[in-house]
């Protein structure tokens, strides 16, 4: 039955280009393993020292298998970081905070969308201005705003009336509110982008939809509660995981204005110069391979969780930047 | 002026004053966390602090930071333009590596799917002292960087190959060209998902009718991948340009100028006039950057659209 076939043989060209189709899929492949390769290898090399007992770096048969596990680093990292107590910090700067930055930059982003005023362009504009003026630049002056906690007089002017009873101004260092209230108010760490990307998406809503709502007589707000809300599932969660990774990771914020709570960034920031000072007590914490595996065990102790967010959430994440319209054409 | 224009002319006024709403809370933010503090640093960066029991006393000098970080200041302004150069050449290498790597990606192939997120994992792992103190350069207490915890990079990789008997020249080769993959691929997830997000929108039609005039794949991406991507170029470059600014640094990795301002400011000194006066003059380049990006590129991009 095959016979016949045997006798068209594919020309030369046909065979070479054949040829170039498989060479390029086989270089396509390796090119993508190799730039994966020292992408997960930070990963792997974080994975294989976390639980390698230390003196096995000084065996020159153990290069990623250890030959025995332990729990020895773990356990000395979450002591030496304190993870229970900079896990439920972190969960009030950054989970907390990022909740909050999700529907205040929603609200915001939706009023310059879908809202022709005066001054909106020029507001726009300063929202730009939030994202490429460095934190550096005003975090001196946030410090004594912070400090000395006084909107608008408000506070002074309750000391005022109660005769001194309250105090004319709030302490906001060390204490979670520092986040909060900026987040609240559009303000909080890169909310720029976030009004930015939620601008985009409710630009590219259809005009119909909002004025099929205003027929129904829903005036501008239950038109953004019951009908844009609804609708704005995906942006909503890409903008949650970005928050989400920024404010984990965050370090400038914590490390500023948070002296006495550490989070879990700065803990991991201060966590060889901590290891070393057990070594001052006794002990033997200088050797550098058990600095290196407790380092190692500490650092996937704070990324564990984005890790398995990520985990859960990756396949999503094309989709969602792709929904929510930024990158529009 | 007819009944219904008048009637329409209210509803619009109404609904901007329904958009001032909207925005208000921001209006409040941005005035008490910004426009305030902001002010603030730009009239520090005018005057000499100094540090006393009662708080700060502050006298004016005027321009005398700015001078001083100008002209006598021998550090700042080679830090200032090491950035520059810096990111003159990282900018465009890493656009054009996440653009080839989105195209690499759009394809369709057996195992696609896992590449696609190991290529966006630095998106997860970039961003703040994680990633520096992965790198082992960091000694954050004192924020002063010193090569100490060989955390994360190649001094590993190096570690495995010595112990494999390779010659040490070319370990060091490898585990230098590794350092450099590896810091501008962990540059690139917000990229190459942004771009990955743009091909996925052109139309298969468009690329189906330029294969039947007999196109080649190395045609349509110089006639239609690039030229539709445009946009979104301009978009990463601005990203990745502020990004860079914006990097946390230390003394001997990252962001060197970002380090030299927080250094200035709540290092020994407490110069907080100088450490404003630095940052100003950073973001006034950083505006610079952005405004040239613009022009360069905004106009190829608007072209493209119309």
């Known amino acids: 039955m095959s016979m016949p076939l045997r006798k068209h043989t594919p020309s030369l060209k046909a065979r070479l280009r054949r040829a170039a189709r498989i060479g390029f899929k086989l270089g396509r492949f390796a090119l993508l393993l190799a730039l994966s390769f020292v992408l997960i290898y930070p990963l792997l090399y974080m994975l294989s020292n976390a639980f390698k007992p230390f003196m096995q770096t000084y065996d020159p048969a153990v290069i990623w298998l250890p030959k025995s596990l332990t729990m020895e680093n773990i356990n000395d990292a979450v002591q030496i970081l304190d993870f229970g107590k900079a896990a439920l910090n972190t969960l009030q700067t950054a989970v907390v905070t990022s909740v909050i930055q999700v529907a205040a930059c929603m609200v915001v982003g939706y009023g310059f969308a879908r809202f022709n005023f005066r001054g909106s362009k020029i507001a726009f504009l300063l929202v730009v201005l939030t994202m490429i003026v460095p934190q550096q630049t005003i975090s001196t002056s946030l410090y004594t705003t912070y400090r000395y906690f006084d909107p608008l007089g408000i506070m002074s002017l309750l000391s005022l009336v109660t005769k001194g009873a309250l105090e004319n101004h709030l302490n906001l260092i060390d204490k979670p509110w520092l986040f909060w209230l900026p987040a609240m108010l559009g303000m909080g760490l890169r909310s720029g982008i976030y009004i930015f990307v939620y601008r985009q998406f409710f630009l590219s809503m259809p005009r119909e939809l909002e004025e099929a709502a205003e027929i129904d007589g829903c005036n501008p707000v239950s038109t953004f509660w019951h009908v844009m809300l609804p609708n704005a599932g995906t942006v909503v969660l890409t903008v949650l995981l970005f928050a989400l990774v920024w404010n984990w990771n965050d370090y400038y914020t914590p490390a500023m204005f948070m002296k006495n709570h550490n989070t879990l960034a700065t803990a991991l920031a201060s966590f060889q110069s901590n290891l070393q000072n057990l070594g001052a007590i006794g002990g033997n914490y200088t050797d550098t391979a058990l600095v290196a595996t407790r380092m190692q065990a500490a650092g996937l102790l704070v990324i564990a969780p984005l890790l398995i967010l990520y985990a859960f959430t990756q396949r999503f994440f094309v989709q969602s930047v792709e929904r929510t319209g930024l990158t529009g054409m | ?306």
């Open chain 2, 1 to 306: 002026m007819s009944n219904k224009a008048l009637d329409r002319s209210l509803l619009k006024r109404r609904k901007a004053r329904w958009g001032w709403l909207f925005i208000a809370p921001w209006a409040l933010g941005f005035a008490l966390f910004f426009a305030l503090p902001a002010f603030e640093s730009l009239y520090f960066s005018l005057n000499s602090l100094k540090m006393s029991a009662t708080g700060f006393q502050t006298t004016w000098v005027g321009l005398d930071n700015y001078a001083f970080m100008l002209l006598r200041d021998a550090k700042f302004v080679p830090l200032l333009t090491g950035e520059l150069v810096e990111m003159a050449y990282r900018v465009p290498l890493v656009v054009i590596l996440s653009l080839f790597i989105a195209v690499l990606l759009n394809q369709p192939f057996r195992g696609r799917a896992f590449f696609r997120s190991v290529f966006f994992l630095p998106v997860i792992i970039t961003s703040g002292v994680v990633y520096v103190l992965l790198q082992g350069i960091i000694n954050a207490n004192t924020l002063s960087g010193t090569q100490n915890a060989y955390i994360f990079q190649s001094q590993g990789l190096a570690e495995v190959l010595i112990g494999a008997g390779m010659p040490s020249a070319i370990v060091n080769a490898v585990s230098e060209v590794v350092n450099r993959v590896f810091s501008i691929l962990m540059e690139c997830g917000v990229q190459i998902l942004l771009f990955l997000s743009g091909l996925q929108k052109i139309p298969a039609s468009t690329y189906e009718a330029s294969a039947i005039e007999g196109a080649s794949a190395w045609d349509n991406f110089w006639r239609i991948t690039l030229p539709l991507s445009l946009p979104i170029m301009l978009l990463n470059v601005i990203y990745t340009i502020i990004d860079s600014f914006m990097a946390f640094g230390t003394e001997n990795a990252g962001n060197k100028v970002m380090a030299a301002i927080h250094q200035t400011g709540f290092g020994s000194q407490f110069q907080f006039g100088l450490a404003a006066s630095m940052s100003w003059l950073y973001m006034l380049l950083i505006t610079l950057v952005l405004v040239l990006a613009f022009a360069l590129l905004g106009r190829a991009a608007r072209n493209m659209e119309a």
